[in-house]
């Protein structure tokens, strides 16, 4: 593979107007070892995946120059997404207030984070111990 088009010159377009160090700190490597990945050395399989993983883009691209520079976005949690719609849409009923469709919207997708990272290793929705954070995100709005 030519230079021109090999990992190095992907490197260097992942790092954009960044300095080697600050590279280096996002990606959690060394300096040292960005530099010389810089001059032409080929990165492990595990520091590849590193350097893509916390860099966003997708490993594909960075190892070979083909596919989607950038990672597919993460695949929407449907289980979460129905129950912070539902839980949403049930509380601000029962509580008589007339949200507006954005403020609902709002609402809805910050209930939704909440249940995906509170969610139980068992795939279980705790709603009981959701219910004051949608009051409380409501009361914002």
């Known amino acids: 593979m030519s230079e021109e088009n090999g990992f190095a010159t992907r490197l260097r377009e992942l790092m954009g107007e ?12 060394s300096e040292s070892l960005i530099r010389k990945y ?11 995946n590193q350097i893509a993983l916390k860099a966003n883009v997708s490993l594909e691209w960075l ?6 520079q950038y990672r597919k976005a993460e695949v929407v949690d449907m289980e979460a997404l129905e129950k912070a719609m ?4 049930d509380l601000a009923e029962q509580n008589e207030l007339n949200l507006t469709n954005e403020k609902l919207m709002k609402v809805i997708v ?32």
């Open 86 to 89: 539902k839980l949403t849409t």
């Open 110 to 141: 910050a209930t939704y984070q909440y249940l995906r990272a509170t969610k139980k290793k068992d795939g279980y929705f705790d709603l009981n111990e959701a219910t004051p954070f949608v009051h409380y995100v409501m009361g914002l709005c």
């Open 18 to 29: 960044q300095s080697v160090s600050a590279f280096a700190r996002k990606v959690e490597l």
């Open 38 to 48: 810089l001059k032409g050395s080929e990165p492990s399989l595990a520091k590849a």
């Open 63 to 68: 190892a070979t120059g083909c596919g989607y």
